[in-house]
């Protein structure tokens, strides 16, 4: 009999949910659940309360409509007897993170804190803590703390502690009236199981926990903040299960929320880039796997534990038990494309892409495939959302070098796609300059799908060959992966991610690989663009803050 | 009797006409004949025959054109007697030069060099003879010479003799037929006189020429190059005429093109950025007048020798007798904000321009002008044309800096106009430094009558009141005011140009004065500026450069 697993990806703008054959990987149904509030970053929904600049919050009621019209959905589609979906698995962006009561309600759901902005799920992208994020890596610098060199020495405003410290620095009262505080993936099986679980992935990656030192002491916590002092045995808890766990069985009010059965597993929740790592099927060192779409995450596998500077982290067990995962991301890179083909294409683009039948995104990627590496005598630093690995730095911005009266929209897009490659090779090649060897690439999420001549440029940038994932929703697919763990191999589904893997996970037999006389150009324009991502990047030109400090000041006058 | 002059500006896309009430400068009509074939950077007209990057020529029958069309025009719109029209003057764009036969034919307008682009007009900003100017410079500096203290240290390849050398170079047979090289605004007084003459300030400020010392010495042009050793004698001359003097009457033929009288009396050639400084009323040193358009010339007049490093050049008598005329510029000011529009602005803003019924750069202005100095966190240098003073460097290209995902292109436009006004700030400093004192900014030119934006910041950003020309055509006023004195007092006109442009040149009573509280926050960015200024303009890092380079490289492959 053919069992099914259900994985939920829960991305920045929509949730989807797709139903996966166990025995082969198989997607049979796929849908998506576009959130009805999306991005929250200018005001609340609903109200007057504007957001202050560099916000980014969501509606925890989009996270349950997404359960709710997506898993009905896809049972309808494949005409499969809920009986026969054994498990299911969750995935979630991350460090996206709210207050809840003790019941687990979002202080946001209830009418008394409904017009307060830190009452919300702060999404990942939310960079309005990096006053607390600076100072929870000054006091930890200042204590000698050796955590922070899991972390590239250095943690970002996306981070747990960072959001958790400017919820209390700007409205106490939130901070006083959560009973919890937890991230949105653990909050959504919390949802489906009735049981308040702590995933070991987002514990590891986003809140400074370890297999082997658990949580920062209580004396860093006080130090930092005498309120936050006992926050971990206050608002959260030192019990964390490692990813590949079960968390629970379905509910009742779940299994009608979803139309599965009650008490079908469910797994310990877990983050969009780390369930692709197996869904590519990697689960062994050497392979960087890159989940491309708004941003990119970087997953590597290493047998040993190094210190990699400016990476995002490095989780035992955190990716694939039995093995150091280490994480690495960019910012800004689909994001860059959207907002480069939103706030700057003339119109006759537009006109032109009409004609054609195309979108903006086709018609440019189109023109700027005819030009050839170097031709447009551009170059960019990717920061227009900062700058996450290596240098972890939200205050740099973005930089376009080389522009002329003949330079052509296309251009400029060739070569935002470039230094977003040129991100990349400076991650990579940190990774393998400390003792983490990386021989391939494999891609996946949106951009794989969306841009070949993107994929190239990666490929001739990095000097990588790059395979791509078979699945077009690699993540969703992992959580199936790990819902059939979840479910055990005695009710047909798996007893390890590894023998998921072997069968469930598949690769494209297309193969990115390095074209040697764009290798040669690339080479050239990478070694300016490393000159000037040190120059602008490590402090000997502090022109990006200093017009950051300005704007923030004039906009604080005029406000 | 009331009598009257014609002022021909020649500009970059157009020439226009202006006829003028000698006794007061009332601007009496007013024709403008946009030229037919334009800039001509792509391809030669009516061939296939394509241009290299970075030219830019001229079709000579488009400046006759302008006088057969523009001054009927204006005798016709006003009515006038054109016996009552006693002179006519002439300025153009410089150096704007052109190989012709001995009676003045253009080697373009012959069918055996019609197809060849070294025959036609090199327009000021054909930017393709950087090596030959190089060469010039580095010969000069081998040599020991004095004379390129004069134009602050290097000369530019807009300039006459880097231009002739590119047609020695590239096309020899072009060099060896050309009989004469001169430049444009002679070539059209030739055209009107019968007879050739060489005004002193073009010779002075683009060909090398002084009052003192004439041409540079023939062994300095046999050293640049054998063949050019007797190139003064050959193709040029050394009779010298200072501007301000009457170069001939108008020919029947010219008469017939024109309407006027023959015999009307015709100025020696002149150059629109300088007969603007009368025109605005400047007659002695302390005021800068700003020539502001796609380009800006910037003009001083100073009691002193003195070496200013970066400037274009100061001529003794060059822009008014008894003076040392320095000048300087940016090559890239109107232009910028028009490749902004035209290769930047989304559809959106095009529809709400439409709604609105203004155009797009009203738009962006309107837009513009809500935000506050700093409030968009960008920087940007205003290289996209290279860099005329204060470094002299057309190998430099755009760069802007501080981008977010959050930028509008009103916020890029406003720092594309804020770069433009650091530069002059630049300019203007440099002066200061150097002995030569400016107290106050004089505008003329398209961009003060559109942008009043543009203007406030410039009062901002240099700290100094802007007055602004009455007439929305200042050269063209210049040039009546020059017809006027080549007439002569006895004729109605005036005996000297101080004379005319005590009772001809007007001011608007509107003074931009500089807000402090503006003046403050600009200080910094200016600050900013200067440090990214250095930083790629005087060779720490040469980026812009080497991405030239491997574009030309590229391109070459390509090609």
Same mark, same amino acid.
């Given at each position: 009999m053919t069992k099914y697993a259900i994985g939920v990806d829960f991305g920045t703008e929509s949730g989807r949910a797709v139903l996966v054959?166990? &025995?082969?990987?198989?997607?049979v149904a796929t849908a998506v659940y576009p959130y009805l509030?999306?991005?929250?970053?200018e005001k609340l929904p609903d109200s007057t309360v504007l957001l202050e600049p560099d916000w980014a919050l969501q509606d925890p009621e989009d996270y349950l409509r997404t359960f709710q019209t997506t898993i009905p959905a896809v049972l309808k589609e494949s005409?499969?007897? @809920?009986?026969?979906?054994?498990g299911l698995g969750v995935d979630f962006t991350a460090c996206t993170m709210l207050p809840v009561k003790?019941?687990? /309600? @979002?202080?946001?759901?209830?009418p008394e804190f409904r017009?307060?902005?830190?009452?919300w799920v702060k999404l990942w992208?939310?960079?309005? &803590?990096q006053p607390e994020a600076d100072k929870i890596n000054m006091t930890a610098r200042q204590m000698k703390l050796g955590w922070l060199d899991r972390y590239g020495g250095k943690i970002s405003s996306e981070w747990f502690f960072s959001k958790t410290l400017q919820i209390l620095d700007e409205d106490p009262e939130i901070f006083q009236a959560a009973d919890r505080l937890l991230e949105a993936t653990d909050w959504v099986v919390w949802q489906l199981t009735g049981v308040e679980t702590r995933n070991s992935c987002t514990a590891g990656y986003k809140a400074?926990?370890? /297999?082997?030192?658990?949580?920062?002491?209580k004396s860093y916590f006080k130090a930092l903040?005498?309120?936050?002092?006992n926050v971990v045995d206050e608002k959260m808890t030192r019990t964390i299960l490692p990813v590949g766990n079960r968390a629970g069985g379905l509910t009742e009010q779940a299994a009608v929320w979803t139309g599965l059965h009650p008490g079908t597993a469910v797994a310990i929740a877990n983050v969009d880039a780390h369930v692709a790592v197996p869904a590519v099927g990697?689960?062994?060192?050497?392979s960087m796997v890159m989940i491309m779409g708004t941003s990119i995450c970087h997953m590597v596998l290493g047998d040993e534990e190094h210190i990699v500077p400016g990476m995002c982290g490095y989780v035992e067990d955190?990716?694939? @038990?039995?093995f150091f995962g280490y994480e690495a991301g960019q910012s800004c890179v689909g994001d860059h494309f959207a907002w480069f083909v939103e706030k700057c294409i003339p119109a006759e683009y537009e006109r032109e892409a009409k004609q054609l039948g195309s979108d903006l995104h086709q018609l440019l990627e189109q023109k700027a495939t005819k030009l050839k590496p170097g031709e447009s005598g551009l170059l960019a630093l990717d920061w227009w959302n900062g700058?996450?690995?290596?240098?972890?730095?939200?205050d740099l911005t973005g930089l376009l070098i080389?522009?002329?009266? &003949?330079? /052509?929209a296309e251009e400029i897009y060739r070569a935002l796609i470039e230094a977003t490659a040129f991100g990349t090779r400076v991650i990579v090649d940190t990774f393998q300059k400390n003792g983490? @060897?990386?021989?391939e690439l494999v891609a996946c999420g949106g951009l794989p799908e969306k841009n070949k001549l993107l994929m190239q440029i990666y490929a001739d940038v990095s000097g990588l060959p790059i395979k791509v994932s078979a699945s077009k929703q690699t993540p969703a697919l992992g959580s199936a992966m790990f819902g059939a763990v979840a479910a055990g191999k005695a009710a047909g589904?798996?007893?390890?991610i590894y023998d998921a893997a072997r069968t469930m996970a598949h690769l494209k037999d297309e193969v990115y690989k390095p074209i040697p006389e764009n290798q040669q150009v690339y080479e050239i324009l990478f070694s300016e663009y490393l000159h000037l991502h040190d120059y602008f990047?490590?402090?000997?030109?502090?022109v990006m803050k200093t017009l950051k400090k300005i704007k923030a000041e004039v906009k604080h006058v005029a406000g």
């Open positions: 054959d166990v &025995a082969n990987g198989r997607e509030h999306g991005v929250i970053d005409g499969i007897h @809920p009986a026969d979906v054994i003790a019941d687990g /309600k @979002p202080l946001c759901l209830l017009n307060r902005p830190h009452a992208k939310h960079h309005a &803590a400074l926990w370890s /297999k082997r030192e658990g949580f920062p002491d903040e005498p309120r936050l002092e990697v689960t062994e060192p050497g955190g990716i694939i @038990p039995g700058n996450r690995s290596v240098l972890v730095d939200v080389g522009a002329t009266l &003949a330079t /052509k983490v @060897p990386i021989h589904g798996y007893d390890s990047g490590r402090g000997e030109n502090n």
